[in-house]
């Protein structure tokens, strides 16, 4: 796969029926590698091993609704009380990060008020803070470490 801009991580695959897949830490199995699988697998080894969140508050790729349509979130991370901390956009590296794509973290994020956004394509990461009484957010040079927020 290609190199992203993240630590080296390690990670375990397996090849079946001419597929290969990597295993997921946080949904306990193997699932296909996909260029957007890569980013995402490489996001959850820096939330748990550079910023130290607690795998137990971490969720991966799960349904939402939102305006009565079914979507998908890539990742989050829940606060101790179980609100939303930090809501996740995961983009394939070829995939160029747009305005458009900040607007689809945001239409989710309107129903699920995540504390804090990230947007990347495993080559540009993008760290942005809520201001919902302002209906706004704001950009930062990177999250901060679970100790120091959580």
């Known amino acids: 796969m290609q190199k992203l801009n993240f630590q080296p991580y390690s990670f375990r695959f ?3 029926e ?5 295993f997921d830490e946080i949904r306990k199995k193997f699932v296909i590698l996909t260029p957007e699988e890569w980013v995402r697998q490489n996001v959850v080894r820096f939330l ?8 137990s508050y971490i969720n991966v790729e799960k349904v939402i609704k939102i305006n009565s349509l079914t ?4 990742i989050v991370v829940f ?9 996740v956009e995961c983009k394939a590296p070829e995939v160029t990060i747009t305005q458009n794509t900040f607007d689809q973290i945001a239409r989710y994020n309107m129903v699920l008020e995540s504390e804090y956004l990230m947007v990347t394509n ?4 993008y760290f942005c803070q809520m201001d ?3 209906e706004k957010y704001q ?10 927020k959580l």
């Open 139 to 148: 950009f930062q040079n990177e999250l901060p470490n679970f100790k120091s």
């Open 132 to 134: 919902f009484e302002n």
């Open 71 to 74: 979507k998908r979130y890539d």
């Open 79 to 87: 606060q101790p009380n179980g609100k939303l901390f930090l809501l």
């Open 122 to 125: 495993g080559l540009n990461h």
């Open 18 to 22: 001419n597929k290969v897949s990597i």
């Open 14 to 16: 397996k090849n079946s």
């Open 48 to 55: 748990l091993e550079e910023k130290k969140y607690p795998k």
